[in-house]
């Protein structure tokens, strides 16, 4: 046996220093003569192993795959020159590099009304809005059915390590907030889809309806971080709690999606309250009424000299809206919000 792998080697090198005799020149086929001694010692296994010679099978196979490696090769450092040119071209005015999508594909020119450029990717012009600020404020859900009464006693539950850990901090305790109030609308769109995946039913517009609000809650949170910057134990707590919950909220809508929407009716109530009592520290110098964030100024159509005043202002219209969704869907959509 071990005569007839010797003698496979040598024929081997015999034919292969033939071949390289008679190739050409060309820089492809030298590219191929290359890669094709790179692979003789993987040759020669695979030839004991099937038990044909070197210059057989495995040398015809090898062949064609670094042929077809070599003939790839031009095209490629031809896309490559294409990419560069395609980015010289798409350099704005200032020399900065526009930001392709994953697909190198070059999202559309979007600009604002006034002609300059859309600089936000997480919402474009047609999904803002200018809040209603006519909506009342006051309106409270009164508690009359035992789930009702639950829900308001846990809220106000809630509220007590709120108010101790915060206090009168209204930046971070917004933050902290809106991280909670993005939550129910997500889970509660989440298991209504899957619900209408699995009975091939429509949802009567209430699963666009709550993640358009988790996506409200969202926008509300990315504009706190623009005024706020959170501390470290800041950014725990927020993890913590979100983590917790998530996983009760979710639990508690299987069980009863009544309940949990009388919940987060309350707690909007509760934000309400949270934002007029960081109005009135605005007010009263407490806290300092500095310009909007550019985010906000987008989103919310505000004017160009809007200020911290004016972004909180409309953030609690917000919430009233969300607060007048989720009581009504307690009482009235009960036929839209079984899970099961």
């Known amino acids: 046996m071990n005569q007839l792998v010797a003698r496979s080697v040598i024929r081997g090198l ?23 001694r790179r692979f003789d010692e993987a040759a020669v296994v695979r030839d004991q192993g099937l038990g044909f010679g070197y210059g057989g099978g495995a040398r015809w196979g090898r062949m064609m795959s670094t042929a077809v490696e070599a003939a790839a090769e031009t095209p490629g450092q031809k896309a490559s020159g294409a990419v560069d040119e395609k980015k010289e071209k798409e350099k704005k005015e200032g020399g900065e590099l526009m930001v392709s999508s994953y697909w190198g594909i070059s999202r559309p020119k979007i600009t604002r009304e006034d ?38 006693r846990t809220v106000k539950l809630l509220r007590i390590p709120t108010d101790i850990f915060f206090q009168r901090r209204y930046g971070c305790r917004a933050m902290m907030l809106e991280t909670v109030a993005a939550v129910p609308g997500m889970v509660g769109g989440m298991l209504l889809h899957l619900r209408s995946l699995r009975k091939f039913e429509h949802s009567g ?21 623009e005024l706020v910057k959170p501390k470290w134990y800041e950014r725990l707590l927020v993890l913590t709690v979100q983590g917790v919950f998530f996983n009760a909220f979710f639990v508690l809508y299987v069980l009863s999606p009544k309940l949990a929407h009388r919940i987060v009716g309350y707690l909007e109530e509760e934000a309400i309250h949270s934002y007029t009592e960081y109005l009135k520290d605005i007010d009263s110098g407490a806290i300092e009424n500095v310009p909007a964030p550019a985010i906000a100024i987008d989103y919310w159509r ?6 911290l005043k004016d972004v909180i202002t409309v953030i609690r219209a917000d919430e009233a809206h969300h607060r007048d969704v989720n009581h009504f869907a307690s009482v009235s959509a009960i036929a839209y919000f079984s899970c099961l």
């Not at 071949?19 to 492809?28: D, E, F, N």
């Not at 047609?126 to 009342?136: G, R, V």
């Open 14 to 36: 015999i034919t292969a220093s033939n071949c390289s005799r008679h190739m050409s020149s060309s820089p492809a086929v030298a590219a191929a003569t290359t890669i094709l």
């Open 115 to 152: 002609g300059t450029a859309w600089p936000w990717n997480c919402f474009m012009p047609w999904q803002t809005y200018q809040a209603d600020l006519s909506i009342d404020l006051s309106k409270h859900h009164v508690p009359k059915t035992f789930l009702d009464k639950v829900a308001y």
């Open 205 to 225: 517009g209430w699963v666009k309806a709550l993640l358009e609000e988790a996506e409200n809650e969202r926008m509300h949170l990315m504009t706190m971080a």
């Open 302 to 307: 505000l004017p160009k000299d809007a200020t």
